[in-house]
């Protein structure tokens, strides 16, 4: 399998943490995200995902995009470990917390909106951070509760074992602290996100890992 990524990009990030708790390798390809104008724009890149996102994973030749995708492939091609529950009830509650993070929180910090709040609204850095942190912070509301209020949450986001809904809640944990997101009223999330960071398979998927990393 190859994977393109980027140190940085949260997206990219689940789907380390997914292949690594799989035990499975990706030959990565880097796409720096800001470097010549983006290098997610050249046509290079757009022939592999015409969407200019990473990640992309190429596996027997195919491309997979978008990072839910990537990991449910992951998930139906290499069952062992599970990142899905067993039960119906569980699975459905487990993709719902995945797709808070990334349907709903995640695209309105992606670089494209950034970029186009800065030059097209012409927001200045203080007002692009605001933007971010103000849907970090809606959309973290919204899973503490439904993580605090709900039997179903263990040690991780479903149960004592990791799941799709970890493997999403840790790159935005990390996002929201690059971005300066306030997290003291978050206390589930951030036990949660603690608990995760005592397994290599999200150690080594961080961005300080990667062999792309830049401080
Ligand atoms: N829904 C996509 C989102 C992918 C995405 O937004 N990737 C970001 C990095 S985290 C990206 O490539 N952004 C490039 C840009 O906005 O120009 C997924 O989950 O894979």
């Known amino acids: 399998m190859e994977l393109f990524t980027y140190f940085r ?6 789907v380390r943490i997914a292949l690594n708790l799989k035990g499975l390798k990706a030959e990565p390809h880097f796409i720096h995200l800001v470097k010549d104008g983006g290098q997610q724009h ?15 994973l190429v596996d027997q030749g195919h491309v997979i995009t978008q990072s839910i995708a990537i990991i449910e ?9 599970p990142l899905l529950p067993r039960d119906a009830l569980g699975r459905a509650r487990v993709r719902a917390l995945a797709l808070a993070i990334a349907a709903d929180i995640h695209p ?8 186009y709040l ?25 899973l503490e509760k439904l993580l605090a209020n709900d ?3 263990g040690e991780f986001c479903h149960g004592d074992t990791p799941t799709m809904a970890d493997v999403l809640l840790v790159p935005q944990m990390f996002s929201a602290r690059r971005f300066g997101a306030e997290l ?6 951030r036990r949660i996100d603690e608990h995760c960071q005592l397994l290599k398979a999200f ?3 961080a961005p300080a890992k990667q062999p792309d990393f830049e401080a």
């Open 9 to 14: 990009s949260s997206a990219a990030f689940r």
């Open 42 to 56: 050249k046509p290079e890149y757009r022939k592999v995902n015409p969407q200019g996102f990473v990640p992309a």
């Open 73 to 81: 492939y992951l998930e139906e091609t290499h069952p062992q470990p």
């Open 108 to 115: 309105l910090q992606n670089t494209r909106i950034t970029k």
């Open 118 to 142: 800065e030059q097209e609204l012409k927001l200045d850095e203080a007002a692009r951070k605001r933007w971010i942190v103000r849907w970090i912070t809606e959309g973290f509301t919204a």
């Open 151 to 153: 039997p179903a949450t």
């Open 184 to 189: 003291e009223p978050f206390p589930t999330l």
């Open 203 to 205: 150690q080594d998927a």
